[in-house]
C-alpha cells in the first residue's frame, strides 16, 4: 500500500496508479464498518487528515467516533454567518463533552459587507452562488494541504451521495475523500446517538431533519423527504459540497 499521497496527486493530478489505488482501498474494507474505515484514515493519512462537520447528527456520530480513535484529527465547520444559535451552541456542548474544540472556517467577508456588496441577502435570489462563495471557496482553502477529508453523509440522502464511495477521489477539491457512514440508514444514526447520549442539534426534535443555515431550512412534514426543508420550494437539495464531478462516484 502507499503510504502517502504524492505531490501530483495533491495538486490534482490523479494518476492511473492512484485509481488502482482508491479501488484497492474500497475493496480491502469491502465490510468494514465506520469505526474501522475512520481508523484506517487515521492510519493511512494523519497529520494530512481533515474533517469537515455542518454538526449534523450524522457528523456528530463522527466526531464521538474520532474522539475514541484520534481525537488530534482536525475538525472544523464553515461557519457561513446564517447558521442557527442552536448549531453555535452545539459546538461548545461538543467541546465540553469531548475536549474537541471544532474549528470555525469563515468566508472572508462579513455578512454585512458580503450583503452591502450585492444589494441585499444574495441566498434569496442567488442561493447556489451564496453557497459557492461562504461554502465551497471556504473548503477549498480549508483542504489545501491536506491528503485526505471525512464526510458524514449518507448514500440514501441524495442521488449524488447514492453514487459516492466510502474511499473517494474527490476531484472538486483535489484530496481523498472518506464516507464512513455511506451505507448508514437514518435509524443506524439515531440508535447510535441514543446509545452513547451523543449531543446532538435540538431542532432535530423540532421537525428539522437536516439543518444548514437559518434563512435557507424549514422543518418539513411528517412523510416528506428530510431534505425538504433545505432550499424550500426549489429543486435545489445540495449546498455544492458533495456534488460529484469528472472522475469521482465508483471512487476514482
Same mark, same amino acid.
Given at each position: %500500500?502507499?503510504?502517502?499521497?504524492?505531490?501530483?496527486?495533491?495538486?490534482?493530478?490523479?494518476?492511473? =496508479?492512484?485509481?488502482?489505488?482508491?479501488?484497492?482501498?474500497?475493496?480491502?474494507?469491502?465490510?468494514?464498518?465506520?469505526?474501522?474505515?475512520?481508523?484506517?484514515?487515521?492510519? +493511512?493519512?494523519?497529520?494530512?487528515?481533515? %474533517?469537515?462537520?455542518?454538526?449534523?447528527? +450524522?457528523?456528530?456520530?463522527?466526531?464521538?467516533?474520532?474522539?475514541?480513535?484520534?481525537? =488530534?484529527?482536525?475538525?472544523?465547520?464553515?461557519?457561513?454567518?446564517?447558521?442557527?444559535? +442552536?448549531?453555535?451552541?452545539?459546538?461548545?456542548?461538543?467541546? /465540553? #463533552?469531548?475536549?474537541?474544540?471544532?474549528?470555525?472556517? #469563515?468566508?472572508?467577508?462579513?455578512?454585512?459587507?458580503?450583503?452591502?456588496?450585492?444589494?441585499?441577502?444574495?441566498? #434569496?435570489?442567488?442561493?447556489?452562488?451564496?453557497?459557492?462563495?461562504?461554502?465551497?471557496?471556504?473548503?477549498? /482553502?480549508?483542504?489545501?494541504?491536506?491528503?485526505?477529508?471525512? =464526510?458524514?453523509?449518507?448514500?440514501?440522502?441524495?442521488?449524488? #451521495?447514492?453514487?459516492?464511495?466510502?474511499?473517494?477521489?474527490?476531484?472538486?477539491?483535489?484530496?481523498?475523500?472518506?464516507?464512513?457512514?455511506?451505507?448508514?440508514?437514518?435509524?443506524?444514526?439515531? =440508535?447510535?446517538? %441514543?446509545?452513547?447520549?451523543?449531543?446532538?442539534?435540538?431542532?432535530?426534535?423540532?421537525?428539522?431533519?437536516?439543518?444548514?443555515?437559518?434563512?435557507?431550512?424549514?422543518?418539513?412534514?411528517?412523510?416528506?423527504?428530510?431534505?425538504?426543508?433545505?432550499?424550500?420550494?426549489?429543486?435545489?437539495?445540495?449546498?455544492?459540497?458533495h456534488v460529484l464531478e469528472h472522475s469521482e462516484g465508483s471512487g476514482i
Open positions: %500500500m502507499l503510504s502517502k499521497i504524492p505531490a501530483p496527486v495533491r495538486d490534482g493530478l490523479l494518476t492511473s =496508479s492512484w485509481k488502482e489505488q482508491v479501488e484497492q482501498w474500497n475493496q480491502s474494507l469491502q465490510g468494514a464498518n465506520a469505526q474501522e474505515i475512520l481508523q484506517f484514515a487515521v492510519s +493511512e493519512f494523519m497529520p494530512r487528515l481533515t %474533517m469537515a462537520t455542518a454538526f449534523g447528527a +450524522e457528523g456528530c456520530c463522527i466526531i464521538h467516533m474520532l474522539a475514541e480513535i484520534d481525537p =488530534s484529527v482536525r475538525i472544523f465547520n464553515l461557519d457561513t454567518g446564517y447558521q442557527f444559535a +442552536e448549531t453555535l451552541e452545539l459546538r461548545e456542548r461538543i467541546k /465540553r #463533552r469531548y475536549g474537541i474544540e471544532v474549528e470555525y472556517v #469563515r468566508a472572508e467577508s462579513t455578512i454585512a459587507e458580503y450583503e452591502a456588496e450585492h444589494g441585499g441577502p444574495l441566498y #434569496r435570489h442567488r442561493a447556489d452562488q451564496c453557497c459557492h462563495d461562504r461554502k465551497i471557496v471556504p473548503l477549498k /482553502r480549508a483542504v489545501a494541504g491536506y491528503d485526505a477529508w471525512i =464526510s458524514a453523509i449518507r448514500a440514501d440522502q441524495t442521488p449524488d #451521495r447514492a453514487k459516492a464511495a466510502k474511499i473517494a477521489w474527490d476531484a472538486k477539491f483535489r484530496l481523498v475523500k472518506v464516507n464512513p457512514l455511506l451505507d448508514w440508514t437514518k435509524k443506524d444514526v439515531w =440508535s447510535y446517538i %441514543m446509545k452513547h447520549d451523543i449531543p446532538y442539534n435540538p431542532l432535530h426534535d423540532l421537525g428539522y431533519p437536516s439543518i444548514g443555515c437559518a434563512p435557507c431550512t424549514q422543518p418539513v412534514a411528517q412523510g416528506q423527504d428530510d431534505r425538504a426543508g433545505r432550499w424550500q420550494g426549489t429543486v435545489k437539495k445540495e449546498c455544492g459540497l
